[in-house]
């Protein structure tokens, strides 16, 4: 009698305190789009992490939210689970085991979007809308192998006010890392050509707010299956001792950066409602977080406009995008149009916020 009451009340625990992976967790990891069975060792990502993810951190609002984030492995698969808010956008998970992978996903067709890696090249997408999971296998030539459910068994749920949860089960016989660690990033998306509003982990430069714009995603969990190298999924693991998130941004390569800009017109008119523009040119073979400060001078050296002050930039190799922030209209510092004559723009960065590590100028004539 004692026994049995026992029993009912293990039964009755809500949540799994811990769990370790095991050869065989098929009886308790079911792939139905519900996420009550993993324990607490298997939230890899959650409001307690390291690295916190956390309702509510979305730029696209608490109904567009990549909740918390688990995993955990047996012998024969790799099992993610992803509790996220979905009202109008969907979810999206990028894996990683091999090299090969894509590193943008501006050129994919359906799974095209305005979102790009940083030492990130995934070999697997998921997604995530509405009642359907579509996994596609990828690779950097962008061809796209898509995978069935009797291949990758997977789940989405969504409520009517976009609660729900996706799930999806790996095979190892076509994933397994032979390196040993297996990356991965979730983030929340919309239809072709949007970004992101909400991604686990988060990246080390706040997201942009806007649906379209391009987001870029710099910082991945990382999780060591096979810490031995005996090509085996590592059995009696807490997963979350065996997740870390690989920062990026500051810690990127600091040494080989050189930060330029260029106009993209030599002259200007103010007068014609003409702004002169100009993009960041990152010099160096790795992505860069700096922050910039950008200035207007006359040709005597008098200080005519502060354009802004240690904005920080995530910069890829190469020619950057335009930034709204990198523009001026003629103005001065007192709201007054300068005379004709040629300007200097002049662009102090650093690699830490107030760091003076570099400057650039660069000539633009005012046109009256
Ligand atoms: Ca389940
Ligand atoms: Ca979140
Ligand atoms: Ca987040």
Redesign the pocket.
Known sequence: MKRALLAVALLSIPTIAAATTAPDLSARVVIDGATDEYAADEWVLDATSPRP??????QWGRDN????VALTWDSTFLYIAVD?ATYDSGLMVWIEYAPGGISRLDGLGDFRRQISFSRFAPNYIVWADRGDVFVARVSASQALQLRSEDEIPRAFSRNASGEGALEIAVPWSESFPAGGVLRLIAAVTGVTGTGTG?S?P?PSVALPAGRTDQATLDQVLAVTVDAGGNRKPDIGVAPAGAATVEPGGAALARSSAKVELVPTEKTFAPELSQSAEFVLVNNSTDPVRVYVSARVYAMDGRLVRVLYEDDERLLDPGTNSPNPLDTWNGIDGNGEPVAGGIYVFNLVWGEERGAREGSFNASVGVVR
């Open positions: 993810e956390r309702p509510g951190d979305s939210d990549v909740h918390r996220c909400d686990a988060d």
